[in-house]
């Protein structure tokens, strides 16, 4: 998984504070650490402030006239939109009950007066690393269970059809009928290419799962365009079976592109079976790969239907069903929705669009790499 080095943005913490003097202290210690400080006087204009915009943190003054720090805390505690705000306490009071009051509506920790400048910016350190670690996480397990959807309704009809040649392989066999063998023999391919589908969609997950990866994180590859020939290549005989022309035009140098071929073969095999499926009977197939400035752009052409108006307004959603077409095409969304997460993770462009003469045209650009780089996968 390819990520370019963004430099985090600072941590926002919003101090709050009825003494002047100490809000001006706490701001002033804070941006000399790089953080980003705003204050509030009193409770409600914290509150006020909550409302156009959240903190990373809290630093919340307990004994404030109007509302104490205790009773700001369970109003951002009680907010499903601010709840999950850490909230440190300033207190000159170190007695025991009062610290025990502060954990009870919601507080992580607490800092007491007189401040000890390197104790407050540690504290402040540790939840803003603490709280940003658990929106990781959060994220993490939200795109692995959307992850998780897409792969078992991309699992669904593949078994579906494996129970189906399966069954028609033994009823051939116990039959002894002449011409059983071919049959069976047919049978077998397809079930056998039916389970390389899903194999090749059980490896994208297993590749999208940080927690599954061996070593805890993908190293980018690097591959030429005769790698790419060769992906697609892989379709010509599917192709030939419908009796396509099937046409692969690739440069005659080749350019090293910045994708291991696993990516490259989960962005091009949907592409490339959803084209064999929607062509014409003995109709044709193009794929062009393009060396074009720090680019590498393949484009695969095909006669079908084309996109549905719906598809297209709604491109890559897994869910989307076109109106007309096979029933095959009605259910091009799944491939290409994993097409397009693999895309992402190496920031290639995946884009879609229908020919004037008929047919559809996809369109995939990959930044071009040193072959230096070239790795295994």
């Known amino acids: 998984m390819s990520h370019s080095i963004i430099p985090p943005t600072p941590a926002l913490v919003l101090v709050v504070d009825d003494q002047p003097r100490n809000l001006q202290m706490l701001k002033a210690s804070l941006m ?15 509150l006020e402030m909550l409302e156009r915009q959240q903190p990373d943190l809290m630093l919340l003054d307990v004994m404030m006239p109007g509302m104490d720090g205790f009773d700001v805390c369970a109003k951002v505690k009680s907010n499903p ?97 002449n011409g059983g063998e071919a049959n069976a023999g047919a049978f077998a391919m397809e079930a056998e290419a039916t389970a ?38 892989n ?5 030939i079976r419908r009796q396509l022309d099937f046409q692969v035009m690739t440069p005659p140098i080749p350019v090293s592109i910045a994708a291991s071929a696993f990516t490259a073969t989960q ?17 044709r197939i193009s794929a062009r790969v393009r060396h074009v400035g720090g680019e590498v752009v393949v484009e695969v052409e095909d006669d079908g239907p084309g996109f549905s108006r719906e598809y297209l307004k709604r491109p890559f ?47 995939v650009t990959f930044s071009t790499a040193s072959p230096r780089s070239k790795q295994n996968d």
């Open 32 to 46: 000399r650490e790089g953080f980003r400080v705003v204050v509030a006087g009193s409770g409600e204009e914290a």
């Open 81 to 177: 939109a601010t709840r999950d705000i850490p909230v440190i306490f300033l207190t000159g009071e170190t007695q025991l009950q009062s610290i025990k009051k502060g954990f009870e509506v919601g507080g992580v920790d607490y800092v007491t007066k007189p401040f000890n400048r390197q104790e407050m910016v540690a504290r402040v350190n540790t939840h803003v690393e603490l709280r940003r670690a658990q929106i990781r996480h959060t994220a993490t397990l939200m795109e692995q269970t959307r992850l998780i959807n897409i792969i078992a309704q991309h699992w669904l009809k593949p078994l579906q059809r494996l129970v189906f040649l399966t069954s028609q392989t033994r009823n051939i066999c116990r039959s002894g009928t």
């Open 196 to 233: 390389v589908q899903m194999l090749s969609s059980l490896e994208d997950f297993l590749h999208e799962s940080p927690g599954m990866m061996t070593n805890g994180r993908s190293q980018p590859g690097s591959i030429t365009t005769d790698d790419l020939k060769a992906i697609i290549e």
């Open 235 to 239: 379709w010509y005989v599917t192709a």
């Open 267 to 283: 962005i091009l095999d949907p592409i490339l079976a959803n084209a064999v499926k929607a062509a014409r009977e003995q109709g």
């Open 317 to 363: 959603q897994a869910n989307v069903r076109a109106t007309g077409g096979s029933r095959e095409r009605q259910h091009l969304g799944i491939g290409l929705a994993l097409a397009k997460r693999a895309a992402d993770r190496i920031s290639a462009q995946l884009e879609l669009d229908n020919l004037g003469t008929g047919g559809a045209l996809v369109r």
